[in-house]
């Protein structure tokens, strides 16, 4: 890499570990995962460390210790929180019920408690001083989340003397009271602030944050039900015994709590809350049973995954009815019309709904949807509510069916549909605005062009402000610099950043490209195969439905969506512009390095994904350079490249067998 392209990567490292930084500890919404995020931070270390010359004291790595980058220190779980099997009906437990049986006897008692919507926490205390809280993590370590959980009220710091062991930990659920979650949704609504979807959230955001005084200001709460010490069945010969003993230790345990000598009463158990968990003032989503019997619990033992004594059953969606006022419709990027539904506003799971998804035409007509219907409403955990039926008895006389609309809401097109398709297109792709909004969103989005400093917000923005019309636009925009600094709430650094991310995105490779281009039907994947065929954009151009269709994986779909869109003379003038702009319209081939030894009897595998090339590309690579692919991570594996979104489990594993885990800078290295 040349000097100034990694100042470049360095700076665009740090802007984004800045956002994300912001995004979790300030508005605890993280939008990557705390993985992705190491990985990130990891890079920009590596960097960092190998280029000196770039150092900034101000540089996301520096700030250790106070400061609101500071991360949570991960820590082993001494016993490892696994979690349970879920179930969703009765057969299920009757399954469970007979392996149970079958194992440890007839005799068998169940103990059924709430499963609270919340976050897991282990908390230790030793002599009765709480020591240590972590989270669940991946159940085998998690984070120190100890000043937080402080400032929980109803968790004790000490107990008062009792014959508690020396040393032990409770297992909880952290969770947030329906009324508060409304509450202060309401009020971050109010400031502008964004909301979230349900009090689990919540409370898991709140949890994370820097800020314990912030933490201390969200009611959260929490349920203990789990002991873990040493001899723990010496102290008890059952699990309630010892939840009886947590409440008189001073931890708060759950009241509804009962045990069951058959499976038959766990049933009754399930139904009475199915039916009366609104009555509680927080959110389960379902009912945990367990071997009641230590000795018994013992003798079944664990799987891999989870204890064999113990399963969840989940609650079906929770139903409710309210009344359509509209159907309103949505033009998406691609053109593609969603009805939605808009609701007198009801309370369902903890959330207030106002709107559901219907989904395209047919559903309407499925549902034979009425004006002013009366409809029953489900959600499912984050899903978007849907409408599952009507409630006929209730129609009002004379009500019309909802009449799917013949032109687009927004530009007023004839709407197209293709044969065989649900859905309705808006054709107009370069005139009709929340096409071209969505499809601008699209070329900057995280894995079309990545453009940093370009989020949806601003890209919406400067549609609205007549600077841009079309992507091509983008490449212009550092001429209209006057107009952007005159624009709101938009800074001069923001403004740099923006116009320095459009630069890099100069450096994408060509499927990056072409997927950004944003066609009808061609996802990622399609548009890396189809470029490692047509090594240019001229030539997928004048390519034939034959040509394109002898493409392995490619039908007749996709081919004439290509044929479609390159037909469009306003397409290929954006085409021609970006090139002229400096985009990659072609595929970049690996030079052929003749001397092909330096891998030679080493062995690689690739996991993740890479910024600027195709695992193919690097697959050619290592194999040019006489290096051997593995499928699998063993023992005879050298080398690992860890690209982004590797699985944490496969991390895990190449560390216990100690393989090296290279970037992909360090293999270039290895073939300099
Ligand atoms: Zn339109």
């Keep these: 890499m040349v000097n100034s392209t990694i100042q470049k990567t360095i700076e665009a490292l740090r802007t984004e570990l800045r956002i994300h930084n912001y995004n ?43 400061d ?106 952290i969770f947030m009271h329906r ?61 309630s015994e010892s939840l009886n003993a947590l409440r008189e230790w001073g931890f708060p345990v759950s009241e509804h709590f009962s045990i069951c000598g058959s499976m038959e009463k766990v049933l009754e158990f399930i139904s009475y809350w199915e039916q009366n968990r609104n009555s509680l003032s927080f959110d389960i989503d379902g009912i945990v049973i367990k071997v009641n019997n230590y000795i018994q619990q013992e003798d079944l033992g664990f799987t891999a995954k989870s ?128 096409q071209i909004i969505g499809g601008i969103q699209h070329f900057a989005s ?59 995105s100069k450096e994408k490779p060509f499927h990056r490209v072409l997927f950004g281009l944003g066609i009808r039907h061609i996802g990622a994947t399609i548009a890396e195969k189809l470029t490692e065929h047509f090594e240019n954009i001229d030539s997928l151009i004048s390519a034939t439905k034959e040509e394109i269709t002898a493409v392995h994986e490619i039908g007749d779909r996709i081919a004439e969506s290509l044929i479609n869109y390159f037909n469009d003379p306003e397409h290929l003038e954006q085409i021609a512009l970006l090139k002229l702009a400096g985009l990659k319209f072609q595929t970049e081939r690996i030079e052929n390095q003749s001397t092909g030894i330096k891998l030679l009897g080493r062995t690689f595998l690739i996991s993740g994904v890479f910024e600027n090339i195709s695992r193919n590309e690097l697959t050619q690579i290592i194999e040019i350079n006489g290096g051997k692919m593995l499928s699998s991570i063993s023992g005879n594996l050298d080398y690992l490249i860890a690209g982004e979104n590797m699985g944490p489990a496969k991390l895990v594993k190449a560390q216990k067998l100690n393989i090296n885990i290279i970037s992909q800078e360090e293999l270039f290295e290895m073939i300099k």
């Design 68 to 173: 609101i980058t500071k991360k949570f220190e991960a820590v082993a779980h001494t016993w490892p929180m696994l979690s349970l099997s879920n179930t969703y009906n009765e057969q299920e437990l009757k399954d469970f019920d007979d392996r149970v049986k079958k194992a440890v006897g007839e005799n068998i008692e169940y103990i059924c408690e709430l499963k609270f919507d919340g976050l897991s926490i282990s908390i230790r205390y030793e002599n009765g001083k709480l020591i240590q809280a972590i989270t669940r993590g991946d159940g085998i370590r998690g984070d120190d989340v100890t000043n937080n959980v402080r400032t929980i009220r109803s968790i004790p710091h000490q107990l008062k003397k009792n014959n508690y062991p020396e040393v032990f930990e409770v297992r909880g659920e």
């Design 24 to 66: 979790y500890y300030v508005l605890a919404q993280p939008t990557i995962s705390d993985y992705d995020f190491d990985q990130k931070l990891k890079h920009l270390y590596e960097l960092e460390n190998t280029y000196p010359e770039f150092y900034d004291k101000n540089s996301p790595t520096q700030k250790v210790g106070g």
């Design 179 to 239: 009324a508060a979650f409304l509450r202060l949704n309401k009020n971050r609504s109010e400031l502008g602030e964004t909301t979230f979807a349900n009090p689990r959230n919540f409370a898991a955001g709140t949890i994370k944050l820097q800020d314990s005084s912030e933490v201390a200001k969200r009611p959260l709460d929490c349920y203990f039900y789990f002991l873990y010490t040493n001899n723990r069945d010496k102290l008890f010969k059952t699990h």
């Design 446 to 504: 995280k894995k079309a062009m990545d453009i940093s400093g370009l989020g949806n917000e601003t890209v919406e923005a400067l549609y609205k402000a007549g600077i841009i019309q079309h992507i091509s636009d983008l490449y212009t925009l550092d001429s209209h610099y006057e107009q952007l600094v005159g624009m709101e709430r938009f800074g001069d650094k923001s403004i740099k950043n923006m116009l320095l991310g459009i630069e890099q």
């Design 307 to 434: 204890p064999r004594w113990a399963i969840s059953y989940k609650f079906k969606a929770e139903e409710v009815q309210t009344v359509l006022s509209k159907v309103s419709y949505q033009v998406g990027r691609t053109g593609a019309v969603t009805p939605v539904a808009n609701l007198k506003p009801v309370l369902l799971a903890g959330t207030t709904v106002k709107r559901a998804t219907l989904h395209n035409a047919n559903e309407i007509k499925r549902l034979d949807l009425h004006e002013y219907d009366t409809v029953f409403i489900e959600k499912g955990g984050e899903i978007i509510p849907k409408i599952i039926s009507v409630d006929l008895s209730k129609r009002k006389q004379g009500s019309m069916p909802i009449q799917y609309p013949t032109h687009c809401p927004e530009c007023n097109s004839r709407l197209e549909r293709e044969e065989g398709e649900a859905i309705y297109y808006c054709p107009n792709d370069q005139h009709c605005p929340p």
